[in-house]
């Protein structure tokens, strides 16, 4: 494993709450209070809501709190790509454990690519040192972060695979950045499932 890159200070790295214990078994939120439910509240509003679950399992590395807004934000928005090597080990530890399947970022479309300039969830995994391949597209909508929840969950399918024989009976993990209302990767697996997948997982760094 390649040695941690310092881009932040100690200081600043301990605003990060990693994600450890007792954790939702379908979205990977951490529970700060034991419960025999095994699923949060927001897995369990989406199983009633009539969804499939066509994603398996999320596991996630840190707390989405207000520092780590800021830092994404930065990282995601501002263009200061070298944040993103905060999160290498984290993201290291997690793909070792999904050591026997392809790793897929989450795509972004073209025009976002062109207005962002980069892939966020691509440049981690470059940034980690992570093998990783691209099977997995997105047509060009409006962003995420400008819709309600109730349209998160209830949009139309926007990924497609190029070629279904690449995915076929293969295991495949997702990693994108934030795991949110879980719409887009639930989105992403059922894409992936049926063109042919074995099974669908995904790593997010924030939940």
């Known amino acids: 494993m390649e040695k941690e890159k310092v ?3 100690q200081r600043c790295k301990s605003e990060l709450s990693q ?5 939702c078994s379908r979205c990977g939120r951490m529970r700060h ?4 439910e095994v699923m949060c509240g927001d897995c369990e ?30 990282y995601k ?40 300039g980069f ?9 980690a040192g992570i093998p990783f391949e691209t099977q997995l597209k997105r047509e060009h909508t409006e962003k995420q972060s400008k819709k309600s929840r109730k349209e998160r969950i209830e949009q139309e399918q926007f990924f497609f695979v190029e070629n279904n024989t690449e995915i076929s009976s293969r295991e495949i993990v997702l990693v994108d950045d934030i795991y949110t209302t879980g719409a887009t990767l639930h989105l992403a697996a059922k894409a992936l499932k049926e063109a042919g997948a074995k099974s669908v997982s995904s790593i997010t760094i924030f939940r």
Not at 47 to 58: A, E, I, R
Request: a positive charge; one cysteine or more.
């Open 77 to 116: 928005y501002k263009g200061d790509y070298v944040l993103g090597a905060v999160f290498a080990a984290a993201l290291q530890q997690k793909c070792m454990v999904k050591n026997k399947s392809i790793i897929i970022p989450l795509p972004i479309s073209e025009e976002r690519r062109y207005e962002r």
């Open 7 to 9: 881009v932040i200070c």
């Open 33 to 36: 209070e034991h419960r025999e």
């Open 45 to 74: 509003r989406w199983s009633l809501g009539n969804k499939t679950n066509h994603l398996d399992q999320n596991i996630a590395c840190f707390e989405y709190n207000n520092f780590a807004k800021e830092l994404m934000a930065l």
């Open 119 to 127: 892939n966020q969830t691509e440049g981690l995994l470059h940034l």
């Open 19 to 23: 994600i450890t214990g007792h954790v």
